[in-house]
Nanobody, 120 residues
């Protein structure tokens, strides 16, 4: 079994910052790409940022220059530093990882989601 456990969401004022963390655990052989998605009420889930296992990053246009994704491979953890937050960043944020299990087969796994609310 593999689990992704997220933390770090909450309520923040516009212009503020939050840092999300997502730790993978379980029957892991290796981890390929990791990323963060978000889903606002009434909208489809969208990619926020992704990072490969060798550190290549990509971002949604809406968050470029404000959000930074990083990972600690020794801890099987991915982070999302969110700065200059805007009300339109309000959403449930989900961690995603493509993980090779002990069976040597890759699978996509999702975290349970963490709420980020940007409001004054």
């Amino acid at each position: 079994q593999v689990q992704l456990v997220e933390s770090g969401g909450g309520l923040v004022q516009p212009g503020g910052s939050l840092r999300l963390s997502c730790a993978a655990s379980g029957t892991i052989f290796s981890i390929n790409a990791m990323g963060w998605y978000r889903q606002a009420p009434g909208k489809q889930r969208e990619l926020v940022a992704g990072i490969t296992n060798d550190g290549l990053k990509n971002y949604a246009d809406a968050v470029k220059g404000r959000f930074t994704i990083s990972r600690d491979n020794a801890k099987n953890t991915v982070y999302l530093q969110m700065n200059s937050l805007k009300p339109e960043d309000t959403a449930v944020y989900y961690c995603n990882a493509n993980i090779v299990t002990l069976s040597r087969r890759p699978y996509d796994f999702w975290g349970q989601g963490t709420q980020v609310t940007v409001s004054s």
